[in-house]
RNA sequence: AGAGUCGGCUGGGCAGUCGCUGCGCUUCAUCAGCAUGAGGCGUGGAGGAAAGUCCGGGCUUCAGCGGGCGAGGGUGCCAGGUAAUACCUGGGGGGCGUGAGCCCACGGAAAGUGCAACAGAGAGCAGACCGCCUAAGCACUCGCAAGGGUGCCGGUAAGGGUGAAACGGUGCGGUAAGAGCGCACCGCGUCAGUGGCAACACGCGACGGCAUGGCAAACCCCACCUGGAGCAAGGCCAAAUAGGGGAGUCGCAGCCUCCAAAGGGCUGCAGCGCGCGCCCGCGCGUGCUUCCGGGUAGGCCGCUUGAGGCGUGCGGUGACGCACGUCCCAGAGGAAUGACUGUUCACGACAGAACCCGGCUUACAGGCCGGCUCUCCGC
């Protein structure tokens, strides 16, 4: 995602999740495929280099599961707890969330 | 060999698979075209500090004829280098170190105002605590006298002691005891003179008995410099909606704008659009056409060829400059430079470009190279 007018509508009407890492918003974009956007506040990580890595580590997870997604636009944001993480635990965790996303955006498409 | 000091360089490597992004070539699709989208191949893709944002510039824009004065801010030994600096180089002065070398906001304290703990008698035209003296003057007293003693009035910065600092040191003279009080030498200050572009050094000559303690990152004085804002600068294109301006067109009647004309507004009818299947009728809405400029979302430019890198030669003690040759080396935009696996070693620090350069400062696992110094040993 690249527009700010997008990242708006899914905070605005997007369903919320997350767990120890991340925050999750996600919203039916309506298109064939999911979309993703990031939100690293400087504020939970201090230096440009812990952002960049995590942004890296996020993007590359997406892309590697974003074929089992359905059509969404997913806003991730980073909690205080990465910083101590390695790769492989965020890496755990971001495949929960991408399952999570999947069925209950599922139940939620079907009501 | 050990210890030390200064300067420079480097900042994991290799292979495979899957990805991201700039550029070039190319294939396919759409299109009148410009282009857009999806692939393929090739190629480039973080740093020495990209950091802090502390200085100096370029660039952009606003203001300003030009110049002077002032305020505010900054700089502060001298010369040079540079686009420029608060940086760098060379030199001078002071301090530290055996030395290589390191450190210093290093103009002015005989313009003014101000500040200084504790100790100490006294701390800024200083001061009599201990000590030293009793010559002069006064009083008392001893003595035949010469003279002596005590007290008062005092004298004294040589000695002790305090302190970061107490009004220069040594010697001789001098004196009641002392004192630059006098003299000699040393030191200090001022001036002439000499060397140096200068800072400054020397100063054997002359003068001064010494007058001038420290702090100006306290106010201040002096000299010099100095417009503001910053790439979210700034420029271009520009949808929808609403609003602005110009031109053309705008049927009939009434009313209002002093009467009439023109223009404008309101109301009704007509017209036009939409809805009720259609006509009649009713309801709702409404001037119409066209052009222009501002401007939001969005897009494009600015955006990387530059005070550029590398090599050679020449000039210069050096910073650096000049000439020639050669190379093109990130350019994103909710923000690319990554992930995984294998292998290897010394097991990898600090850390991520955001308009661009030159400095400074701060952070940093290690590794490499060179200059120099001291100590010890061997020849």
């Known amino acids: 995602?690249?527009?700010?007018?997008e990242f708006k509508q899914v905070y605005a009407a997007g369903k919320?999740?997350?767990?120890?890492?991340f925050t999750v918003?996600?919203?039916a974009n309506g298109l064939t495929g999911a979309r993703l956007g990031m939100s690293?506040?400087?504020?939970?990580?201090?230096?440009?280099?812990?952002?960049?890595?995590?942004?890296?580590?996020i993007r590359e997870s997406f892309r590697v599961h974003q074929v089992n997604l359905p059509p969404l636009d997913i806003?991730?944001?980073?909690?205080?707890?990465?910083?101590?993480?390695?790769?492989a635990r965020?890496?755990?965790?971001?495949?929960k969330l991408w399952q999570k996303l999947a069925s209950t955006c599922a139940t939620s498409s079907a009501s």
Do not use: H, K
């Open 25 to 27: 918003n996600a919203q």
């Open 1 to 5: 995602m690249r527009r700010p007018a």
């Open 75 to 87: 806003v991730i944001g980073a909690r205080a707890g990465v910083l101590s993480a390695d790769n």
């Open 40 to 57: 690293i506040a400087a504020r939970i990580l201090r230096r440009a280099v812990d952002r960049n890595r995590l942004r890296r580590v």
């Open 90 to 95: 965020l890496r755990a965790a971001l495949e």
């Open 16 to 21: 919320r999740l997350g767990n120890e890492f």
